[in-house]
């Protein structure tokens, strides 16, 4: 088949090597003039790594990326520390596969780069896709340039404000959480004594929480930091805030949080909208993905692992169904009912990290904290409906 892609992020990149590894030819077409990402880091979790094994790609991810000692949850203010559970020694036996933190451009570096030795002329940059067209047999692509280009199947992996999800399904309605996220990179030699912990970090507060954790071989620090905010802002990757306005929002927390607030070149500003599963994830020959399909508040650090499990299924069912209507059907049936679970747990996140009367503090953090002190093994389980997860090894059900 050929497969044409519309976005070269990380789903979209993700799809076009595992078509390409089950002997498709692909077409990325990316609106940017060169594959990049935003300065900001993102945690790839096991689940997301199987799939980059099935497709010989991981010795590429994990060049530069840094293996976190553990997943700590800590109270903001004081840093006190509420419970502790060990990844980098137990991900790949407990959940088959290593646990990482990568700048996001190093990501898309070491996928963009395999696409390319793979499939030299896999990737057309500067080429935004406004519409498509179809019939029984072909599908085609309209470009901003005016050129047209036909293929077998499109994917809608052009993130969370998709045109190909708005021609198939309508103008969509995000409900704004109330909450903005603060982004900031800053290298940890800036830091000194406050440098955030060797680990994967959610501070909790009122009203607010922040979560650290280290990119790039352990020399950034990355910092997101969630407030709760009245006033509607922006859903985009490049809107900034004011540092007064940053240090406010975390006054009397941690010198690891403010430290990194102070030094931050950049402090962006990203409002988190919300929005519930889509009636439909394709129309023909028209399929969506990752954050075209199933955008999700990032407090399970699952968007992009989501987009990465996507693409492996759905160019499985592909190629072994007898038609593209059972293969979109199929993927559906698969993909559905995990990416909504993920939605629904990652919204309910929110909450949990937001206690502020010392009474839900207290139920809160309370059973938390005795967890992982008495129950080690219960604490990690918690994790292990996400984690070990493994499209690669799903058999073709419905397929
Ligand atoms: C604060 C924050 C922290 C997060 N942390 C994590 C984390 O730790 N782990 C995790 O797994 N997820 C995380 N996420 C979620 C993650 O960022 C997204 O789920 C992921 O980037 C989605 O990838 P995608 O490829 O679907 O879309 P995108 O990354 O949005 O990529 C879409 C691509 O398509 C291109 N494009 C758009 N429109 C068109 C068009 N019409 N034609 C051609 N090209 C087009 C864009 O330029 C872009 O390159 C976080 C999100 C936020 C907001």
Redesign the pocket.
């Known amino acids: 088949m050929h497969v044409l892609i519309?976005?070269?992020?990380?789903?979209?990149l993700t799809t076009a090597l595992a078509f390409q590894k089950l002997g498709h030819r692909v077409t990325v077409?990316?609106?940017?003039h060169q594959l990049e990402e935003v300065g900001?880091?993102?945690?790839?979790s096991p689940n997301?790594m199987r799939v980059f094994d099935a497709l010989g790609v991981s010795a590429r991810v994990e060049k530069d990326a840094f293996r976190p000692r553990a997943q700590e949850l800590r109270f903001g203010k004081g840093g006190a520390r509420i419970l502790t559970i060990p990844v980098r020694d137990v991900s790949r036996a407990r959940w088959g596969g290593e646990y990482l933190h990568l700048h996001r451009a190093d990501l898309i570096d070491a996928l963009g780069g395999a696409l390319k030795d793979r499939q030299p002329d896999a990737v057309q940059l500067g080429?935004?896709?406004?519409s498509y067209t179809q019939d029984e047999t072909s599908i085609t692509a309209h470009l901003d340039t005016g050129e047209q280009v036909s293929g077998d199947l499109l994917v809608g992996?052009?993130?969370?404000?998709?045109?190909i999800r708005e021609q198939m399904i309508g103008a969509d309605k995000p409900r704004y959480t109330g909450n903005v996220?603060w982004?900031a990179v800053v290298p940890v030699s800036e830091l000194g004594e406050h440098a955030p912990p060797e680990t994967a970090s959610v501070w909790v507060g009122s009203r607010r929480h922040a979560v650290t954790y280290r990119l790039r071989r352990g020399s950034l620090a990355n910092l997101?930091g969630v407030v709760e905010c009245k006033e509607r802002l922006i859903e985009s990757w490049s809107a900034t805030g004011a540092r007064e306005q940053a240090l406010k929002d975390f006054k009397g927390w941690s010198p690891v949080i403010r430290t990194i607030l102070q030094k931050a070149e950049v402090l962006n500003r990203?409002a988190?909208y919300d929005r519930d599963p889509l009636p439909v994830w394709s129309e023909g020959r028209a399929v969506l993905?990752?954050?075209?399909c199933h955008?999700?508040l990032?407090f399970l650090?699952?968007?992009?692992?989501?987009?990465i499990e996507d693409a492996y299924v759905l160019a499985r069912a592909v190629t072994t169904s007898a038609t593209v209507p059972d293969a979109l059907a199929a993927y559906e049936s698969i993909r559905k009912p995990r990416a909504s679970r993920v939605q629904a747990g990652a919204r309910r996140n929110a909450a949990l990290f937001h206690r502020g009367d010392p009474i839900s503090k207290l139920f809160t953090y309370g059973p938390i904290w005795f967890a992982g002190q008495f129950l080690p093994s219960f604490a990690h389980g918690q994790h292990d409906w996400i984690y070990a997860h493994d499209v690669t090894t799903l058999p073709d059900a419905g397929v």
Do not use: K, N, T, Y
């Open positions: 519309a976005g070269g992020g990380i789903g979209g077409f990316e609106q940017s900001a880091g993102l945690q790839i997301g080429c935004r896709v406004v992996a052009d993130g969370i404000h998709s045109v996220a982004r997101v990203w988190l993905l990752g954050d075209a955008p999700m990032p650090a699952q968007g992009a692992v989501m987009a």
